[in-house]
């Protein structure tokens, strides 16, 4: 632990928020017992072989060097050195994660009223240091994709519904997913580069790919490949543009996705597709369970990373709810494939029903209470 001193500008946002209720503070009178303070701050820094100035917003003191000043007992104000004509002191308490970055700060105030003597205690939450908290990559095509403006009515992918369920001290959701991509053109395009130019060690990358890796490898958009796992290639000439691309299977694109992510330092979470809306001689919704589905789950266990079988999860669902008709005009923007905003919040709760299912992921210590409405999906 380390302890973190108030500056100035600190110590002024607090004055306002007593100023709040009321009390009678001299602010501009005090300025020299603030700068006596900062000057012992100094002299700490100086003994710690810090060369910083305690004007400094983000300065930190070793618990070593500050343990006579813990903020404990009766005597606390006069013991920290920051107590001010006995009616105020400011300090944080800051908990370091164990990536080294401080994954909270609580600032204690105490206030002693000038005529009354009656000391008042606030512990306020400051802030978590979420440049450095974990991030969630959400990478995928149209499926995922967060379209906020969108209507209610129109094309919505669960991504942009999923950070709801996660406490963001924990946790930030940056969602990547980009409609019109495969798992061969993220790559291919420099949408993942960008991704893995971000992750750093104790992020999450989630994935679902599949949409769009159908069809023919120099047709519609050069998006697909090759179906499968396997480890042929295929050499694809653009003639419009005169380039060659060499196209690798589905199962190979995850696999790199999966090793990269990895080296990196992050967990990575596949998804199998989200299913269509699409109905079986069965009456139920079709599973995919032998082509994307299936793929990416064994890309998943090739890999040794975490699974989450979303398409068979929301086709469950969408069983439960009724045939294909009720299905589609409550959850789908277009004939079979884009979800509307309930379908795209529907999907994004199946996620979390598979997430809750793999209790030892470390997702999944980073969702809130919300999550504990949703059944937790067990194979």
């Not at 409609?179 to 679902?208: A, C, E, Y």
């Not at 000439?237 to 996705?257: A, D, R």
């Not at 330092?265 to 199998?272: D, E, K, L, Q, Y």
């Not at 975490?306 to 709810?321: C, G, P, R, S, T």
């Amino acid at each position: 632990m380390s302890f973190w001193i108030c500056n100035s500008t600190r110590t002024r946002a607090v004055y306002r928020f007593s100023r709040l209720y009321d009390y009678d503070y001299d602010y501009d009178g005090d300025r020299d017992e603030m700068d006596d303070s900062l000057g012992k701050i100094n002299e700490w820094l100086m003994e710690a072989g810090d060369k910083r100035d305690a004007s400094d917003p983000k300065v930190f003191l070793p618990a070593e060097l500050l343990k006579e000043y813990t903020p404990t007992g009766k005597n606390t104000p006069r013991t920290t050195g920051l107590w001010m004509k006995n009616r105020r002191w400011v300090c944080a308490l800051s908990v370091r994660a164990e990536s080294g970055s401080f994954s909270a700060v609580n600032c204690l105030e105490v206030v002693m009223h000038k005529l009354h003597g009656i000391i008042l205690l606030f512990s306020v939450f400051i802030s978590a240091a979420l440049a450095e908290s974990p991030v969630l990559y959400l990478i995928g095509d149209s499926t995922v994709e967060s379209r906020e403006s969108a209507g209610a009515d129109q094309q919505q992918g669960w991504g942009g519904k999923i950070d709801r369920y996660f406490t963001s001290s924990k946790v930030t959701v940056e969602n990547h997913a980009l409609g019109g991509t495969s798992s061969r053109t993220f790559r291919r395009d420099g949408h993942w580069q960008k991704v893995l130019d971000k992750i750093k060690p104790g992020d999450f990358v989630m994935m679902q790919f599949g949409h769009n890796d159908g069809g023919g490898l120099n047709r519609n958009k050069w998006k697909a490949s090759i179906k499968g796992m396997g480890d042929e290639t295929e050499e694809v000439t653009f003639e419009e543009e005169g380039k060659t691309e060499t196209v690798h299977s589905y199962g190979w694109y995850m696999k790199q996705y999966i090793r990269e992510a990895k080296e990196k330092g992050a967990t990575v979470i596949v998804c199998s597709p989200v299913p269509r809306c699409i109905w079986g001689d069965n009456g139920k919704c079709g599973r995919d369970d032998k082509g994307y589905g299936g793929w990416s789950r064994q890309a998943a266990k090739d890999e040794g990373v975490w699974f989450i079988d979303l398409n068979e999860i929301v086709a469950q669902h969408y069983d439960k709810v009724g045939d294909r008709d009720e299905v589609h005009d409550m959850y789908f923007a277009d004939e079979h494939t884009h979800t509307n905003r309930r379908g795209a919040e529907q999907n994004a709760a199946c996620v979390i029903s598979g997430l809750r299912g793999l209790r030892n992921c470390p997702l999944y210590n980073c969702m809130n209470s919300k999550t504990l409405k949703i059944r937790a999906y067990q194979e």
